[in-house]
């Protein structure tokens, strides 16, 4: 299993922005699609962003598009989600996930994804 850390997490008030990071040094990390999912109390998990392996390609929920922006360096071995506009409602445990398929396009499906890291909270005030 491939080994997530997520960090970057924090308060921030409404219109604010963070950077959230997602990091690995697995050796097959930059063969496989990565995805952000946002989990909130009581509420299922949520997709926000996922990016192909090669960086060409990456999507967006459609609460978070045009406000989040998702990247990612193979050579740090790490995806980035900058968020900006926040909003109350961005408030959740923020999750990066493994696409289970190499050198594959990506999906807003959880289910073709692994979720080995702990998540990173993110709480935005009004």
């Known amino acids: 299993q491939m080994q997530l850390v997520e960090s970057g997490g924090g308060l921030v008030q409404t219109g604010g922005s963070l950077r959230l990071s997602c990091a690995s040094s697995?050796?097959?990390?930059?063969?496989?699609?990565i995805a952000w999912f946002r989990q909130a109390p009581g509420k299922e998990r949520q997709f926000v962003a996922a990016?192909?392996?090669?960086?060409?390609?990456?999507i967006y929920g459609d609460s978070v598009q045009g406000r989040f922006t998702i990247s990612r360096d193979n050579d740090k071995g790490t995806i980035y989600l900058q968020m900006s506009s926040l909003k109350p409602e961005d408030t959740a445990v923020y999750y990066c996930?493994?696409?289970?398929?190499?050198?594959?396009?990506?999906?807003?499906?959880?289910?073709?994804?692994?979720?080995w890291g702990q998540g990173t909270q993110v709480t935005v005030s009004s």
């Open positions: 996930g493994v696409d289970r398929s190499q050198f594959h396009t990506v999906t807003e499906w959880p289910g073709d994804y692994d979720f």
């Open positions: 697995d050796a097959t990390f930059s063969s496989h699609g």
């Open positions: 990016i192909t392996w090669s960086g060409v390609r990456s």
